[in-house]
């Protein structure tokens, strides 16, 4: 059998005939979609935008998301055992750092104070309450379900033992089809969530 070989201009006529696929099959490429977690506003709470004067303070962590929620893809459940994900629809940050951000800023707003931080992002100041978070689902399902659960207890200031120890359950459904009532469902979740939290500390003494 003849081994095929190439002078120099054979190539550059391969590499001629080649190079407009690839092209355009790099001009194809579908855009991902990106979502983000949003925070509460005011007028959906109803509570003066100015903090007390003496401001009730509250460092929000650690919050720990179950890993397979450590991926860009937002993850969708489709049978009792199977998750699904899209490679174009995207979280636009660390899913994580999202749901923890939009946390702070709900509970900032909801307890009427900007003394709220999230773990790991503060001084050594001591605060009046720490809020651990532990979720163990957040995520939808193929029939537009949104889904929260999470173990959650409170500590008060220099003491380890909880003032409230609690498991909180929230689901939501969509409005309509398609991806962004779905993923709205799925940000009401963490609302109802955010107000079930700012309640409890309501409801402590200081």
């Not at 990106?34 to 109803?46: D, H, K, M, N």
Request: aromatic share 8%.
């Amino acid at each position: 059998m003849r081994a095929t070989t190439y002078r120099g201009a054979d190539f550059l006529w391969v590499l001629l005939a080649v190079l407009p696929m690839v092209v355009a099959g790099c001009g194809t490429s579908k855009p991902s979609q990106l979502y983000l977690l949003r925070p509460l506003q005011a007028s959906e709470v109803g509570v003066p935008t100015t903090a007390d004067k003496v401001a009730l303070s509250v460092l929000i962590g650690p919050v720990n998301l179950p890993a397979y929620l450590d991926r860009t893809q937002v993850v969708t459940l489709v049978g009792d055992h199977e998750l699904a994900s899209d490679e174009f629809i995207r979280w636009a940050e660390p899913l994580q750092e999202n749901f923890s951000r939009v946390l702070v800023e709900n509970l900032s707003l909801l307890l009427n104070t900007p003394e709220v931080y999230a773990f790991g992002r503060r001084g050594s100041t001591p605060v009046d309450f720490q809020i651990i978070i532990d979720v163990t689902r957040f995520d939808t399902d193929a029939k537009g379900g949104a889904y929260l659960t999470a173990f959650w207890r409170v500590v008060g200031r220099g003491s380890k033992a909880p003032m409230i120890k609690r498991k909180s359950v929230f689901h939501a459904a969509a409005s309509s089809a398609g991806i962004t009532p779905i993923l709205e469902a799925q940000n009401r979740t963490l609302t109802d969530f955010s107000r079930e939290l700012a309640a409890a500390i309501q409801s402590l003494p200081r």
